[in-house]
């Protein structure tokens, strides 16, 4: 039915474009709100949750109880539930979205489920209807081998996993972290210092636990969940491991202080979770008697307070990189992860530098005379300025990288190294040959000391 | 009178304290930042003072990568493994490019010792420039800022020079497009480029820098100097005028400030 007609019949018709990037934000949010249930949950995209309970349902008083809590909160946010639990993810999922008639147990209930619990294409699925197999009951019944041959591989898998004949794994939306700690409370917290206090008190929980198995943490995430089902993630990382309760407390404090929307409490928050998702080896340490190791652990303490605070790409280290091409001959890293130190190429002995100091990419447009065409130039003007060049040296050429491209194109560049009249630098390079281009284009690539 | 006399009493011997123990000038510099050219070295005791603020000013932003260049050189001329952080804002990289290491390493020195924060505001890079001059371990702090920087005022300037002589950080602030004005550095000093020796065949040679040295806490001022930098000996020496040059004063009479900034 066309929305026009719609809206002939039902006048008051509500119409909302469809952002299918939001229902998906949403979607994660309600998972991460799952988070309360069970570490492992996995989307179901586009409006599905697969929960493994599997050892975790007693806390709330059997499966009746969890869901119970589940659908108070979800119904809470607004919104249905259609949930079911079965032994395997498969049946548990197409029990919720295709279950129409109740059954005594579980068994039964996933054999009266229509065909297109199988989530075939159209065609198959008609084709199963119209010989007769109307349910996941009188399909079963079938000799694998003959379903196989008639409707294809895939619908002998999906009906083998339904039945739970074969194996269906879940993906979960988080890893299980190798350490975490969490606490729940009986009358929800709505103070802020009272859940960071908490949070400190979780944070050493993890830390003896690291201690003893000789490991300090990378990454750590503290998740806030609120009573009224939705759930906050604050992330962060260190440049080294780590186990130093104040030092993560401030990192935290660091990470909270710039959110850009502050960390509500609503109605309280009635669990916290600190999971520790990376780990690596960390000893004991011995610090230097002339403070050696106070002064790095200082600047290392400072990297990471900068990298929570401004971002993890914001504080970078520069590293080569095996190109020619000028924009490309530096990598910038995360100092956070610390890459391994690679030689630079060293200068020529006797020879004012190449490379220039600053490097503008892209590189900026000039217009340049030159006194022959495919000569040095003569004045160029930049940012409606003129100068006037003195001295210069080049032409450094430049192939484009012609392997790396599928033309094995690429324009070649011509470098000058020029100084103007008031005595500055530049790298100026005219972006192709006359053989290349017609009228190929100047520009300037960088600005020398 | 009578009365308030046992308070103007005590307010002296706080102001007698505060003179005896406080103030970045009763404190002995930790040691020098030398440049290896002997003249500027001897005139300001052994070089720039560690533990300090210093301003160099770029009025041109033309000017940018000499100021730049000054300061990385200074400090990783010095040798050691210990980190230069160089603090700039996000719009830094559209007006001068981004910091090229290949260039750095260049000139002799060892892009390695470099770690760049980059920051979204002028508001952030002080924050971060406060938080960099109060941790102790790095060769020096850089801060690279375009433009006047209100929030730079005598508070705050004076907040980074105490922070940093505490932690006996160096802090060199880059004011490129900026005009010199009063605040707690150590020293200030104006840079530009100057004209370099040539080289054969017409080409531009080494580095090449006008210093002048606008203010100093701790002495004279007004000194100008016109250095090269040598990336095989990793010194600064005495740039070699040619004949055709104009002297320094003329032809900054020449050239009035500013005026070319685009």
Known sequence: MAFA??????????????????DEQWLDRLAQGCGRYTPLVALDHPDGLILDIGGAAHLFGGEAGLVADLEARITGLGMTLRHASAGNPDAARALARY??????????????????????????TTGLVRAGLKTIGDLGARPMANIAARFGADAATALRRILGDAASPLDPRQALPPVAAERRFAEPIASMPHATKILGELVGEVGEELTRRGKGGRHFRATFFRSDGLARGIEIETGHPTRDVALAMRLFAERMDVLRDPL????????????????EALGATQLKL??????????????????????????????????????????????IDAAPPSPWPRPEAGEPPTRPIYLFDPPQPIEVIAEVPDGPPHRFRWRRATHAIRRFEGPERIAAEWWRRRDNGGLTRDYYRVEDVQGRRYWLFRHGLYEEKDDPRWYIHGLFA | M????????????????????????????????????????AALGGGLAAGRVHEFFATDPLDAANAAAFA??????????????WLRTSDAGRRAGQLYAPGIADLGSDPDRLLLVEVSDAKALLACANDAARCPGSAAVVVESWGRLPALDLTAGRRLALGARDAGVTLFFLRIDAEPVPSAAETRWSIAAAESREMEAAAPGAPAFDLELLRWRAGPAGMRWRLEWNGDEQIF????????????SARRAMVPRGAAAA
């Open chain 1, 5 to 22: 007609d719609a809206r002939a019949r039902v006048q008051e018709l509500l119409a909302v474009p469809h952002e299918p990037a939001a």
């Open chain 1, 99 to 124: 279950q129409m008639l109740p059954a005594p147990d579980e068994a039964a209930a996933i054999r009266r489920l229509p065909v297109a619990a199988l989530e075939l294409d159209d065609e198959a």
């Open chain 1, 264 to 279: 509500d409490p609503g109605f309280g928050f009635d669990m916290i979770r600190l999971a520790v998702p990376r780990i």
């Open chain 1, 290 to 335: 002339e403070g050696g190791a106070v002064q790095d652990a200082a600047v290392d303490a400072l990297v990471d307070r900068l990298a929570t605070r401004l971002g993890r790409g914001r504080v970078r280290q520069f590293r080569p990189a095996d190109t020619h091409i000028p924009e490309q001959a530096q990598l910038e890293l995360p100092a």
């Open chain 2, 2 to 41: 009578r009365e308030s006399s046992p308070l103007l009493a005590g307010l002296r011997q706080r102001v007698a304290r505060l003179a005896a123990s406080g103030g970045p000038e009763s404190h002995r510099a930790d040691g020098w930042l030398a440049t290896g050219h002997d003249a500027l070295d």
């Open chain 2, 72 to 85: 990385a050189l200074l400090v990783l001329r010095g040798g050691g493994t210990a980190p230069l952080l």
């Open chain 2, 237 to 248: 020496r005495e740039a070699a005028l040619s004949g055709a040059v104009l002297p320094l």
